[in-house]
């Protein structure tokens, strides 16, 4: 390997939301993590519902007013703008 040109290689501290912490190496000092294998549902069996942040508002919220029903309007908006 060439000296100087490889980042920083610290062991890292990985907390998850869960409480669940452990120790890896990364070139990072600390990771905060939202799901871990401790509380993942394909690991402990049990099925749960993830929303971080509230992505799915969010998501509803950008694009409510997307659709078919507001394509029409522009072409509408369009063919009354080349009629004058």
């Known amino acids: 390997m060439k000296a100087d040109i490889h980042p ?3 062991e890292t501290q990985v ?3 869960c409480g669940n912490a452990f120790t890896t190496r990364s070139t990072r000092k600390e ?3 939202d799901i871990c294998s401790a509380c ?6 049990k ?3 993830v929303d971080a942040a509230g992505r799915i508002e969010k998501f509803k919220t950008k694009f409510a007013g ?3 029903a507001s394509l029409g309007k522009k ?7 080349a009629e004058k």
């Not at 993942?40 to 069996?45: K, N």
């Not at 072409?75 to 703008?81: E, G, L, Q, R, Y």
């Open 47 to 49: 099925l749960k519902f």
């Open 15 to 17: 907390t998850c939301g």
């Open 66 to 68: 997307a659709g078919y």
């Open 31 to 33: 990771l905060k993590l």
């Open 40 to 45: 993942h549902p394909f690991y402990t069996g």
């Open 8 to 10: 920083a290689y610290y």
């Open 75 to 81: 072409t509408a908006d369009k063919k009354v703008a």
